[in-house]
């Protein structure tokens, strides 16, 4: 099965700093990965996808990085918020063509004033 | 737009009971899912309707959970004698038509079910 790791449950930063989560997967590159957010009680909002032949995609302070190398997705935050504290999912195709995806169990951003 | 919208927000039942959460997709959208997320986990992946095919019911985790979408509108996950273990957040989502190229979710807020 394809499978997604964000290694990191937690992440605390400070005000105004980068914040850098980071998303893992197996087995073959994924035609695309997708990121999004969770806050406390409500359901996922998606954010950004990036595709498979994208190195990089940004969305006013976000950047998603697509490394196909390393198996690898960076999702970075520049002058972070206390509003940008929340739970990040990444998410993949669950297989070829799939319109199905596999999430990462989250980390949880803390955006320390 | 209206998001898409889940009800009950929150159920309590006793175990053993049967509960019937309803999931309302934005208009237009044909993909539907249904996932649970246990507290503290990510989401687990129950059931996926795409139009007019046949559902993928690969994440059932028994044979008591079943769940209905008419055409392409509403849907009902349905859990027959619920257990303690099934207590969970519910979440739908719908997503536009493959043709769009645009394959992100859209999420309900989810219905928060409490077996006691």
């Known amino acids: 099965s394809q499978k997604i790791e964000q290694n990191s449950e937690a992440l605390n930063i400070q005000e105004g700093k980068t914040a850098t989560l980071t998303c893992n997967y197996t087995?073959?590159?994924?035609?695309?990965l997708q990121w999004y957010r969770q806050d406390p009680g409500r359901g996922p909002v998606f954010l950004l996808l990036?595709?498979?032949?994208?190195k990089e995609k940004r969305k006013e302070r976000l950047k998603v990085t697509f490394d196909t190398t390393l198996k690898q997705s960076l999702f970075h935050i520049t002058a972070s918020q206390p509003a940008d504290s929340a739970t990040y999912l990444c998410a993949r195709p669950s297989g070829a063509g799939s319109y199905q995806l596999t999430f990462g169990k989250g980390t949880k951003l803390s955006v320390i004033p | 737009g209206a998001g898409v919208s889940q009800s009950p927000s929150n159920k309590v039942t006793e175990k053993g009971k049967d509960v019937e959460l309803r999931c309302d997709p934005i208009s237009g959208h044909t993909a539907l899912y249904w996932y649970r997320q246990r507290l503290g986990q990510g989401l687990e992946f129950l059931i996926y309707f795409q139009g007019n095919s046949a559902p993928d019911k690969s994440g059932l985790p028994s044979d008591r959970f079943s769940a209905e979408r008419t055409g392409e509108s509403v849907s009902t996950l349905t859990i027959q004698r619920t257990q303690q273990e099934d207590s969970a957040v519910y979440l739908c989502?719908?997503?536009?038509?493959?043709?769009?190229?645009?394959?992100?979710?859209?999420f309900g807020p989810g219905t928060r079910l409490t077996v006691t």
């Open positions: 989502a719908s997503s536009p038509d493959s043709g769009t190229l645009s394959y992100e979710q859209y």
């Open positions: 087995n073959y590159s994924p035609a695309y």
């Open positions: 990036i595709r498979e032949n994208e």
